[in-house]
T-cell receptor, first 110, second 110 residues
């Protein structure tokens, strides 16, 4: 049984660009959450998707948007990238509250 | 705003010694998690604590939860080098949001 997978593993972008990160949940999981982890800090909740709808959102600007597909996979989109968006982006999937984390996508904004 | 605070932030301890990491949170929650993170890696689930007074043990780690005091502890017994990592607690708000603590960076010295 494959766990949570994320792509790409690493990404380099320049300020002002847009980026899309992808997440495939663990088999049978219907809920996907996204987190941003800056260097040396704990993960910060961005939003959670369930049944293709954004169910909850953390304190992140509208530049951060997402989508969930019928197969439960999810995308995180970030527009107008800032240097401060450089971080490890973690996806977590869950079926009954316990979250399982993917390996993350490391984004560097230059 | 929900706050999850861990202390200490940094912990350097000798092999064979015991120590406790504390996690305080500012709102009611019925579920608390402990995670381990190695440098550059994702989060590894250690414990899920579901009720007041819950205690779980795995190897040299033991976690407990006091929901009335809004306090969880992670106790390390007879530390070994392999336990060197960053440890996070996370508070689950109704399964929709995880709030992570600041993290405790543990270094076990031979």
């Amino acid at each position: 049984d494959a766990g949570v997978t994320q792509s790409p593993t690493h990404l380099i972008k320049t300020r002002g660009q847009q980026v899309t990160l992808r997440c495939s949940p663990k088999s049978g999981h219907d809920t996907v959450s996204w987190y941003q982890q800056a260097l040396g800090q704990g993960p910060q909740f961005i939003f959670q998707y369930y049944e293709e709808e954004e169910r909850q959102r953390g304190n992140f600007p509208d530049r951060f948007s997402g989508h969930q597909f019928p197969n439960y996979s999810s995308e995180l989109n970030v527009n107008a990238l800032l240097l401060g968006d450089s971080a490890l982006y973690l996806c977590a999937s869950s079926l009954a509250r316990t979250q399982y984390f993917g390996p993350g996508t490391r984004l560097l904004v230059l | 705003e929900l706050k999850v605070e861990q202390n200490p932030l940094f912990l350097s301890m000798q092999e064979g010694k015991n120590y406790t990491i504390y996690c305080n949170y500012s709102t009611t929650s019925d579920r608390l998690y402990w995670y381990r993170q190695d440098p550059g890696k994702s989060l590894e689930s250690l414990f899920v604590l579901l009720s007041n007074g819950a205690v779980k043990q795995e190897g040299r780690l033991m976690a407990s939860l006091d929901t009335k005091a809004r306090l969880s502890t992670l106790h390390i017994t007879a530390a070994v080098h392999d336990l060197s990592a960053t440890y996070f607690c996370a508070v689950d708000i109704n399964g929709n949001q995880f709030y992570f603590g600041t993290g405790t960076s543990l270094t076990v010295i031979p």
